[in-house]
Structure formats: structure tokens, C-alpha cells
């Protein structure tokens, strides 16, 4: 397959509602869109998943804009592939920068499914055609009951919940117990510390199904000290950022399960080795969310179509974040699951006349 172009368009939304974290409250999201034409005239769709500044990491849409446009794009341009595998050799020579990375990568990946006509959960040996939808739900202590009956009358069997160190673990406890039957994760977002670790281990009384990053992305010791003390299982979400990272995740002992987010892993090619390695070592895998909109939504699907992914990922549908998605159909949850579409690719067509505020 030759590349014979790569555009971007660069797009903002605003939010239905905020959404609010310890770390910042998103009200309006702002994407880079990735088209990759081959020779044959095929399109591939990648979407950058970096942020309008940099509070969850270290890249931003406008650095992304750089080094897509002026670093990552030369290298690719009117070369001819013979795999995806091959765009991540290509850039090599480019020190960090996974998301402006990933996001070109993603729309080859998507180029080569349709190039051999198939589905791209598919051409990368995913399974599941039924995925488990989850959402997301904010610390705030008065909307919590609430906000999970709300979710859990739209069908959601995983209900996401943001916590800090002021969270109230009676009020938790209680609030997720009326639910047996739905999953509850936590998502501390890094915000604990060494001085609030013996009020963390609290939370191992819950019973959520998993803790999602109670302390700092470098806090490995922290989180091996509360993996051997707790029975919740821990998750790494923001420490996770290679497949160097989950080696040293399993030599220190620091978890049990990651989130995988292919935005900071740079995209399909190091997201596969890390898949790989997590299951020969039994790492539970989940695939996370970045607020954004269907084409990295769409990719992520694919992912959690492998056959070890077990644990429901942050998918909710189109119209949960936004008042139109950009994506044709938009994704819709049925039942408590996201269906996988049969058609060559993500599935999904692109529309970016819809992807005006
Ligand atoms: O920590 O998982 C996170 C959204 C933006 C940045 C970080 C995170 C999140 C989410 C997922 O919690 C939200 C979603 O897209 O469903
Ligand atoms: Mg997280």
C-alpha cells in the first residue's frame, strides 16, 4: 500500500455536560482528525486523542499539530508499506510524542483492513463481536446516587467512579451495594499520596472490582506497598506508557491490571506488544477513554475485540459526550453492549461536516 496523503483537520466540540476530574474539569474537547489516502484511492481514519492543554499528559493538540504535519508526516509520505507494523519502525527516529504518533498510525491500520476488505477488529485477530459498554461518573458526593441510577438505568453493567482522597468510603460503600450486579471500578486519577496511603488502603473495603491509579504516575513503590496489602485488584492507568513500563510493572509486583490507551502508547503496533505480554503474564487488560469522539472510539472497539480482554472498557455511546458524534451511524449501546460492525475497517463512515461545535 502507498501513502499518497495525510491530512488533518482539527476540530472542537463542546461537551453536553462537563466533565469533571480532581486533575480538570473538560467542557469543551478539541481533536485532530487523520486521513491517509493510498494510491488506490482508500481512506484511513486515525483521531488524536491529546488534549487542549497538558493536565493528563505531557502533549497538547497544538503539539501534536507540529509534529504530525511537520516531523511524523514526512516520513511516511509516498513510501509504500507492506504492513501497518511498519509505520511504527518508520518512527522510530521520533522520541515521545504517542499521541501525535498514534493518531497517524491508527488511520494506516485502518487503510490496511480495508485494503484486505475486513473488519479491522478482525484483521487483528479480535473475537468479540458484542462489547461491554462502561461509563464514567464523577466524585461529586451529592450527585453520586443519582448519577449511578442514572447509568444504571441506561443499561450500564460497568459504572466507572471518579474518587480523591475526600471521597467517603461509607457513602461509596453504600451507594454502589444496590447495585450486585453492575461492576463498579474507581479511577483515583494519581490522587493519593504517601501521606494519604493509610486512608487509600480504606478503600479496599468497598468492594470495588478494581483502583484504577490511586497515586502518581512514578509512584511504582506506593503501588506495590497497596497491591500487597489490599484485595481490590490495582490498576495502572497514567504510569502505563510503554511496553517498558508494564515490564517493570510485573518485575515490581505494582499491579494487577492496566487500562490500555493506545493515544500514550504510541498506537496498534506497541499496544499488540503489551496485549501480548500482559497475557503471557496474567495481566488483566480494560481499554480506557479519552473523551473522544467516534474514530478513536471506533479503533478502541477493534481493540476490545481481543480474545483476552475481558474486563468492560469506558464506552459509552455517541450521544453520552456529545450532541452529535462524527462518526455514521454513531455508536449506540443496546443492552448493556456496543455491537462491532462487519464492514471493512473501523466500521464506521466519517462525516467531518458534523464535526462542528
Ligand atoms: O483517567 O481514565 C481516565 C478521560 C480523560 C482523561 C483521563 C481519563 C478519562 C476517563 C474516561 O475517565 C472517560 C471516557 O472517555 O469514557
Ligand atoms: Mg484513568
Redesign the pocket.
Known sequence: VMIREISFQRIHKKLKKP?V?SLQT?NEREAIIVTVVSDSGLEGFGECVA?STPW?TEETVESCAFVMERVLKPLLLDRTLSSPHEVATAFTPVKGNNMAKAAIEMAVWDLFAKYEKVPLWQYIGGIHKDIPA???VAANPDRLVDDIDLAASNGYSRI?I?ITPESDVALLKGAISRYPDILFFA?A?GGFNKDSFDQFILFDAIGFTLI??PFGEQEWDLHTQAKKQMKTPICL??SIKSFHDVERMIVMQAADII?L?MGRFGGWHETLKIVELCRSNGIGMWV?????FGISKAHNLALASLPDIVLPG???NSR??WEEDLIVPEIEVVDGKIELKQQAGIGYSVDLNKAGL
Open positions: 466533565f476530574t473538560v488534549f493528563y462502561g461509563v464514567v466507572k471518579k479511577d486519577n484504577e491509579q492507568d497514567e487500562v490507551k480506557g477513554g479519552m473523551i473522544e469506558d464506552f459509552s453520552h459526550f
